[in-house]
């Protein structure tokens, strides 16, 4: 099992920056591919940003692409997701999801282990 923990959202301006956390603990975090995810009132869950287990190879979705950055410490067994330049259209619930499933890091199957979420508002 793996216990996933986001933190870092809050209500911001538009045009502002956030950087949300996601805390692991239980197996060992270098062995899981680790994604960012959110979903807003009404609508499905999207894939955010994603990244290999070494952090070495990153995925965003293009329209995040350069607002976002998705790091990870594995020291510290901990996941990063700066965003800059934010849009009252970002504003969401964001998960963090760990897998060691194969297949598109794009996709929630891919990943076994979610975060409870942690709360994003853009005000404009």
């Known amino acids: 099992q793996v216990q996933l923990v986001e933190s870092g959202g809050e209500l911001v301006q538009a045009g502002g920056s956030l950087r949300l956390s996601c805390a692991a603990s239980g197996r060992t975090f270098s062995n899981y591919r680790m994604g960012w995810f959110r979903q807003a009132p009404g609508k499905e869950r999207e894939f955010v940003a994603a990244?290999?287990?070494?952090?070495?190879?990153?995925y965003y979705v293009d329209s995040m692409k350069g607002r976002f950055t998705i790091s990870r410490d594995n020291a510290k067994n901990t996941m990063y997701l700066q965003m800059n330049s934010l849009k009252p259209e970002d504003t969401a619930v964001y998960y963090c999801?760990?897998?060691?499933?194969?297949?598109?890091?794009?996709?929630?199957?891919?990943?076994?282990?979610w975060g409870q979420g942690t709360q994003v508002t853009v005000s404009s």
């Open positions: 990244i290999s287990r070494s952090g070495s190879n990153k």
């Open positions: 999801a760990a897998g060691s499933i194969s297949g598109s890091y794009y996709s929630t199957t891919a990943y076994s282990y």
